[in-house]
């Protein structure tokens, strides 16, 4: 069978340099993989440290000197008195309406004491007619 493999040229005959080649071909795709695998690594360190100076750009900003609403002394007195003036008319509304609701107050007392003393006249007029 040897001489009729040989002869048709199906016969293989592995030598050591097939088995060195073999060798040397898959060192080279794992070096291949390893280099690719190092380099995903890379970019991935990368991007997360892009994303973490972004991230601390971001909060340091957020924190940057904000702008005082009162940048000078005169504007915050400005703003005191003028908050002051607010204030002090609230004040004299309150005290007018509760003055108001006084006056309203003592003007409904007034009625309803005159109603009762109209109602104690009407039984007066009533109990002196009635027979005794």
């Known amino acids: 069978m040897a001489k009729s493999a040989a002869a048709s040229g199906i016969e293989e005959e592995h030598t050591e340099r097939d088995d060195l080649l073999a060798n ?3 060192l080279s795709e794992d070096a ?3 280099r690719d695998e190092k380099k995903q690594e890379k970019e991935a360190k990368q991007q997360d440290n892009e994303r973490a100076d972004a991230m601390r750009e971001e909060a340091m900003n957020g924190m940057g000197k904000r702008k005082n609403k009162y940048d000078s002394f ?3 007195m ?3 008195k003028e908050r002051d003036e607010f204030s002090r008319a609230l004040d004299l509304r309150k ?5 108001k609701r006084l006056a309203v107050e003592r003007d409904r007392l007034s009625l309803e004491k005159e109603e009762r003393m109209a109602f104690i006249d009407v039984l007066r007029a009533f109990t002196s007619r009635l027979p005794q």
């Open 74 to 76: 005169t504007e915050l």
């Open 24 to 26: 040397v071909l898959e």
């Open 32 to 34: 291949e993989a390893l």
């Open 78 to 80: 400005t703003h005191v």
């Open 95 to 99: 005290v007018a309406n509760e003055e």
